[in-house]
């Protein structure tokens, strides 16, 4: 089981950046690092997710050009960079291992850290 830990959230105003870290044990076990976002009344959506071996990315298109996800795998680390936030973009984010697809259906990963809150005020 892969075991994951994300950091990186906070409070900011629209258009400020925020860069997420998610912290991820067995790294090379998994296929497939995702982030998703869950908004209170709202279903999980995947935002961005990274093959770890390929290195291909996926993005929801909500947030295409404005996120960006990278991987540095001597660190067992993936970072989701945000920018040009919007409030629509507050929420839990999650990270996730997994090894199916499509890679931004949250029924493809199997393995979720904690979550770290973001928040965008106008």
């Known amino acids: 089981r892969v075991q994951l830990v994300e950091s990186g959230g906070g409070s900011v105003q629209a258009g400020e950046s925020l860069r997420l870290s998610c912290a991820a044990s067995?790294?090379?076990?998994?296929?497939?690092i995702g982030w998703f976002r869950q908004a209170p009344g709202k279903e999980r959506e995947g935002v961005a997710s990274i093959n770890i071996i390929g290195g291909a990315q996926d993005y929801a298109d909500s947030v295409k050009g404005r996120f960006t996800i990278s991987q540095d795998g001597a660190k067992n680390m993936v970072y989701l960079q945000m920018n040009s936030l919007k409030p629509d973009d507050s929420a839990m984010y999650y990270c996730?291992?997994?090894?199916?697809?499509?890679?931004?259906?949250?029924?493809?990963?199997?393995?979720w850290g904690q979550g770290t809150q973001v928040t965008v005020s106008s």
């Open positions: 067995e790294y090379y076990s998994t296929l497939l």
């Open positions: 996730a291992a997994g090894r199916r697809w499509p890679p931004l259906d949250p029924n493809s990963y199997t393995d």
